[in-house]
């Protein structure tokens, strides 16, 4: 059964600091996917990562995906406000999509 | 525009009434996604279609759930009977998907339907 496992789930931090999510998941996979949501707001999608190695920036945000372990990664680089939202990490497998419970992320000016 | 949508935004309906919720792609997108999310159980994938297939609908939660998608476009989202768990943000997602192909597409997603069962 694949289950997804990320954390931290809140993470609290100061504008210009570096931060890292991790997003665990236990079974092979054929996709892994990064969204943000605002509060009230629909989902919006920020990376695909498909491969081993697979890495994806934009702007501070950049993701990673390795498949051997099974781990991906969202760093943020000299967080801003402005990335203050919710971080979903969801794997796909088997004709299914499983979602991380979110990182509550709010960067302190 | 030219981005997803979906009807009604927002629905209130009563226990045991049936709702039909309905989500309109972005045109040439292939692949068509729904989800919901509610505070007790976070997102959840219920369905997704391709073309007018769906590879599995063991994702959907009950069998009071059905989905249909017609003409590679439309879908709809039919809750029977509906109960006061189905309460959610059902949520709907398009994309090009080539299923032959590694092909990193991104997923584009509608405002969601709020739906409240009272």
Redesign the interface.
Known sequence: ELKVEQNPLFLSMQEGKNYTIYCNYSTTSDRL?WYRQDPG?????LF????NGAVKQEGRLMASLDTKARLSTLHITAAVHDLSATY?C?VEG??????G??TRLHILP | GAGVSQSPSNKVTEKGKDVELRCDPISGHTAL?W?RQSLGQ????LI?FQGNSA??K??LPSDRFSAERTGGSVSTLTIQRTQQEDSAVY?C?STFRIMTA?Y?????????TRLLVL
């Open positions: 996917y707001k629909s989902l919006e999608s695909v990562l498909l491969s979903f969801a088997d004709d299914k999509i499983i979602f419970k979110g | 996604y989800y976070g997102l959840e994938f997704y590879p599995d063991s994702g949520l997602a590694a990193q597409e991104t997923q584009y997603f509608g405002p969601g």
